[in-house]
């Protein structure tokens, strides 16, 4: 039985920049399945926020095929895609996700209670991020870090099945990302989350089951003794 939370063959996005087509991916495969964490390198440029804005609908690709959840994206509307975003796809970008009214308490019961949950765990994932004082400050009152961590703990807080992150631990100085990513493997792993990480951070790519360098359009297994 396929349990692929991913599937992607053969992917294609581009660009139009005034007559100019900019091709960003072509090509592309994909599996991922839950419990497995795979990191995505490449170079700035090579399309790596494109291909997270794919896998959770807010481009669609011009053409290959896609298929999430074992639902093929030419059948997922724009309500069947925002339903996923909501309940089972957390995605966490640079800026973090906050809603900047709302404090950093509010922001996790908001995101738990979009994806239909009662209650959460909000406050132990606070206390386990080493953030349980700014509970009640709103983001902008925050540092970078600890925006980040407010955005994990929201991104787990809605108990999604599959997590699409950005440099989760670009906004975190060196001792708290040690702190921190163990926390985040834990999570992936008690709760059989799928992850994709897009990141330039060589120990957290390494603490993944898979490498995936993302150059010319697609993606491949990534050889440390080439890229070296």
Not at 25 to 50: C, D, M, N, Q, W
Not at 212 to 223: F, S, T, V
Request: charged letters at 20%; one cysteine or more; hydrophobic letters at 40%.
């Amino acid at each position: 039985m396929n349990n692929a939370l991913i599937q992607a063959q053969n992917l294609s996005r581009s660009y139009r920049n005034g007559r100019e087509q900019i091709s960003v991916l072509h090509g592309l495969s994909l599996e991922l399945r839950g419990g497995e964490a795979v990191a995505v390198i490449g170079p700035s440029g090579s399309g790596k926020s494109t291909l997270l804005n794919l896998l959770n609908g807010l481009l669609l690709p011009d053409s290959g095929q896609l298929q999430v959840f074992g639902r093929a994206h030419s059948d997922l509307t724009e309500n069947d895609w925002a339903e996923l975003r909501r309940t089972r796809i957390a995605t966490l970008f640079q800026d973090g996700n906050l809603i900047p009214t709302l404090t950093v308490s509010r922001n996790i019961a908001f995101r738990a209670g979009l994806a239909g949950l009662q209650a959460h765990d909000g406050e132990a994932l606070l206390a386990q991020l080493d953030i349980a004082d700014v509970a009640h400050r709103y983001p902008d009152q925050l540092s970078g870090g600890q925006r980040q961590r407010a955005a994990l703990a929201c991104a787990f807080a809605m108990r999604p099945e599959l997590i699409l992150t950005d440099e989760p631990t670009g906004s975190l100085d060196y001792a708290t990302a040690q702190r921190v990513v163990p926390l985040f493997f834990d999570a992936i792993r008690e709760r059989a989350l799928g992850a994709l990480i897009v990141t330039h951070n060589p120990e957290l790519a390494q603490r993944c089951d898979r490498i995936l360098e993302l150059r010319e359009g697609a993606l491949r297994p990534w050889d440390s003794a080439v890229s070296s």
